[in-house]
C-alpha cells in the first residue's frame, strides 16, 4: 500500500492532527507510511494508495477512528509541542503516539529516549515562548470612533503559541477591550467574547500611549541598583521584545548611573531607619506618577498582579474630594469577580453599618491597600490569605497616590493592613484603634468588617459590631468638623 498524505493547516492544527491520528491509528498506518504537510489547503487531509481524498470537515462520529486513550501527560505534551514551529512536529508526535499504543505505555517516563528527549525540549521551548508572552507584552491605549478605550499590543512569538496564550489575557484583562497582535494572527476581545482574526503587521498597533510614562517612572523607581547583571537582564529580557516595552527606554540611563547610585544607598543606609526605606522609594515613584485618577487607575488596571492569584485589580469608587475614604485590606472572592470594592459579605456588613451611623456609601469612596486578590485554591473555592508586608509595601504608592488624588478629609482605615498601608509602619488595632495621622492625612483607625464576621458567636458579633458602628459615627464627626 502506497503511503498516506496528511496535509494540516498552518500554525498550530490540533483539531487537524487528532482527527487525522484517529485515522491513521484507525487504519494501522505505521509512522514510516505517512507524509505530514502544512499548506494553504487544509480541507484535504488525506492520499490514500488509490488515489482517494477524506474531507477534514468530515464528522469523527462517523465511526472512522474514534478516541484514543493515551495517558495524561501525553496529551499536554502533544498539546504543547503543536505549537512548536519544527516541520517535523507532527511526525515526531505520530510516531511517538504509535510506539506507545503498541507496548511502549511508559515511554514517556524514558527521558533518555532520543525522541522523548527531543519532544520534551520542544515542550520547554513552548512554555519559555508562553512566559515570554505574558511577561513582555504590552498593551497600548488607542481611542475608538466613540470615544470609547480600545487597548492593542503587538508581539512577535517564536511559535503558534497565540491561541495557547489567550485563557491568561482574557482572565487577566476581562475589563478591558483589548486586541494582540501578531505576524501568525490576532486576537480580539470586547469584553464578553474572544474573537480570532487575520495576521497583523507591526504598524497596525500604535507605537506609545499616554500612560507609558507613569509605567517607565514606576519600573525606574524600582529598579535595584544593586543588584543589575546585564548578563542575566538580557537572558530574561531578550532584545527582540524591547521595542513594544516602555521600561526599555529607561535601561541605558539605569545601567549608566547604577554605580552612584549603589555609592549614594551605602553612603545613606546607615542613616535611615528600615521602616523609612519604603516610604523614600514611594517618593521616587510619585514623581514620576501620572497626573490624574484615571491614568493611575489604568496603569493599575494594565499591571501583573504582585500577588498570585486574581482576576482583575479592583480600583476604588466613589466621589472625588468625599468627607471619608475608608482603605480596606484587599478585595475578596466576589470584589475580583466582580471589579468592586466591598461587595462581598464583608461589604455587606459595612453597607449596614454605614447606615446605621448615618454614612451614606455613594458619599463616600472606597478602597483597599492591596489591589489584587491574594487567595488560595481549595478545591473550587478561593480561601482569602493575608497580604505579607512586603505586598502591602508593592502597593502603598499607588494607594498614597490615589488619595493623593481623591483629597478626603478624613482617611478611614479598616484593620490592620490598611493602617500599615497608611502610616508604613504596624499599628496594631487593640492599641491603635480611634483618631490618627496619617502622614499629613487626619486618619481614623477601627476594626475591618471581615473581623466581626469570623467571631465564634452572636453576642461577640454584636458587641463588636456596636463598637465599630460607634467609631463610623466618630469617624463621621471629625470629618464635617
Known sequence: MAGWRIALKPGADLAGFRLAVRRLVAAAVPPEDVVWEIGDAPDLFGGIGNGSGVEAEESIETGEGGPIALPRAMTALIEAVICHRDPERY???????????????????????????????????????????????????????????HFIAWFEPDHFILD???????????ALTWSILTPDGSLHWNGAELIRGPAADRQDAPDS????????????????????????????????YWHAMPETAAIPHLVQSAQA????????????PLKRQ??????????????????????????????????????????????????????????????????????????????????DRGKSYL???????????????????????????????WLLKELDFVQPRLV?????????????????????RGEATFGTRRGYITLHPAYMLRLPDAAAQAAAYESFVADLRRSRELASA
Open 278 to 359: 519604603p516610604a523614600k522609594a514611594v517618593a521616587a515613584m510619585a514623581k514620576q506618577a501620572p497626573e490624574s485618577l484615571d491614568a493611575l487607575n489604568r496603569i493599575i488596571a494594565a499591571a501583573a498582579p504582585f500577588v498570585p492569584g486574581a482576576t482583575r485589580a479592583v480600583l476604588g469608587e466613589g466621589p472625588m474630594a468625599p468627607e471619608i475614604a475608608f482603605v480596606g485590606e484587599q478585595p475578596g472572592d466576589q470584589e475580583d469577580l466582580q471589579g468592586r470594592p466591598f461587595v462581598g459579605p464583608a461589604g455587606q456588613l459595612l453597607d449596614r453599618a454605614l447606615k446605621d451611623a448615618g454614612i
Open 367 to 397: 478602597t483597599n491597600a492591596v489591589k489584587h486578590f491574594k487567595f488560595e485554591q481549595r478545591g473550587k473555592r478561593r480561601i482569602h490569605q493575608k497580604p505579607t508586608t512586603g505586598e502591602v509595601t508593592h502597593y502603598r504608592w
Open 209 to 240: 500611549d499616554p500612560v507609558e510614562a507613569g509605567w517607565r517612572g514606576y519600573y525606574e523607581s524600582t529598579f535595584n541598583p544593586a543588584r543589575l547583571n546585564t548578563t542575566v537582564m538580557r537572558g530574561h529580557m531578550p532584545k527582540k
Open 412 to 432: 478611614v482605615a479598616l484593620g490592620g493592613t490598611a493602617a500599615l498601608a497608611l502610616s508604613g509602619r504596624a499599628m496594631p488595632i487593640t492599641r491603635s
Open 261 to 272: 547610585r549603589v555609592k549614594t544607598m551605602l553612603e545613606t543606609e546607615a542613616a535611615l
Open 91 to 149: 511526525a515526531l508526535l505520530y510516531t511517538l503516539i504509535w510506539r506507545v499504543l503498541h507496548g511502549e505505555r511508559a515511554l514517556l517516563e524514558v527521558s533518555s529516549d532520543p525522541l522523548v528527549h527531543r519532544l520534551d525540549r520542544m515542550r520547554k521551548t513552548v512554555a519559555r515562548d508562553l512566559h515570554k508572552m505574558h511577561a513582555f507584552l504590552r498593551f497600548r491605549r488607542a481611542e475608538t470612533p466613540d470615544g470609547g478605550e
Open 164 to 174: 495557547a496564550a489567550a485563557p491568561f489575557f482574557v482572565e487577566r484583562f476581562r
